[in-house]
């Protein structure tokens, strides 16, 4: 697939630079974690958004392939085979509940889903595009779950149209407001979920099948 050669709609509806977006470190090298009570979203949301407030920026982003701290808050990370899932596999955009979300490039509604619990995607909705001939999927997480009711399962999605919002906690899996922005080449079989998530053991399979979201967003920070 060729990227370079290909135009994609804003996933926020603007361009994401240096002026309005701050690169978020989530990784155990940030030391003020240790700090923050992950468990508590309110003090978690606090801590997100008193950032993005001290350096005037609208958005946050971040985490393609990042081994992240923050995954202790919740068992849903923790495998079949006792493994523990802190290697993130898409791009988290971090900005109010409530911010519209666009359709990056044309296609259809694959799934639509509301995966509950404590540290689970909230609302969910996964686009198959078709580009140069190969299926790509898209996934939107932590969304309001109102929008899961805008659309239905096979319905056209045109380019740059309004897909849905960032989601308010609870709603959203209990996380501070952001949109999980994942691609996956192969959906392994999953329909309304994929893992967001995966072990240090998996890296290499899941590489292989997710590519780097930044191909699409095209922000110049990550």
Known sequence: MNWKKLDFYPVMGEALT???????????????????????????????????????????????????????????????????????????????????????????????????????????????????GESLYSLYGHLKRSDLTLWKVGDQVKFGDLLCHIGPFPENGDWPPHLHFQLMLDMLGNYGDFPGVCSQREMEKFRAICPDPNLMIRCPMI
């Open 18 to 132: 240096e002026g309005n977006t701050l690169k978020m470190d989530f990784s155990p090298a940030n030391s003020e974690l240790t700090s923050v009570n992950l468990g508590n979203t309110q003090k978690f949301n606090d801590f997100v958004f008193d950032q993005l407030s001290n350096q005037n920026k609208k958005f946050g982003i971040g985490g393609y392939f990042e081994h992240r701290a923050i995954y202790q808050r919740s068992e849903v990370f923790v495998t079949q085979e006792l493994d523990f899932r802190n290697i993130h596999l898409g791009v988290d955009i971090w900005a109010e509940a409530g911010t519209p979300v666009f359709a990056p490039f044309e296609g259809e509604v694959y799934s639509l889903q509301d995966n509950q619990g404590f540290g689970n995607y909230g609302g969910t909705i996964i686009l198959q595009h078709e580009i140069g």
